[in-house]
């Protein structure tokens, strides 16, 4: 199995879980007298099945994250330049956004408010991550497809 199929299997049982969950959560209490629409054991067991499956992938697809290496760099290394590129664009986003409001005067004697960062300068900074981040995205995506999960 390619470690891409192993991601998507992955974001699969999370979502399988959350659905699981709630269809438990929905049939643990009835009315006396009737029956709950599915039986919450039978449920109970999909649920256990699919957070096991979750478990070994978690730890296949970490184990080989740590040992594959691109480009001098191991996968979870990658990942974690990737994350940390995305928090600072979207910091860099959040500061440009503010310094970029426009404010008025109706009178000449009202407090004039300016931006205090070169905003044209960060844009430029962020439009540069933003691509950096595009590239090691490709990168990532390129490596999940090109390797196998470490078993």
Do not use: F
């Amino acid at each position: 199995m390619k470690l891409a199929e192993a991601l998507q299997e992955r974001a699969d049982l999370n979502r399988r879980i959350e659905q699981l969950s709630s269809r438990l959560n929905s049939n643990v209490l009835v009315q006396e007298g009737e029956e709950t629409l599915e039986i919450p054991e039978d449920l109970r067991r999909e649920l256990d099945l699919a957070v096991e499956r979750l478990e070994y992938l978690i730890a296949r697809i970490n184990l080989t994250n740590a040992q594959v290496a691109v480009d001098g760099h191991t996968l979870t290394e990658l990942i974690a330049q990737r994350d940390a590129l995305m928090l600072r664009i979207r910091l860099y986003r959040s500061a440009v956004a503010s310094a970029s409001q426009s404010t008025y005067r109706a009178r000449g004697s009202e407090i004039r408010i300016k931006a205090a960062i070169p905003v044209k300068d960060w844009q430029c900074q962020v439009d540069a991550m933003a691509k950096q981040l595009r590239l090691l995205d490709n990168t990532l995506q390129e490596s999940n497809w090109r390797t196998e999960l470490i078993e």
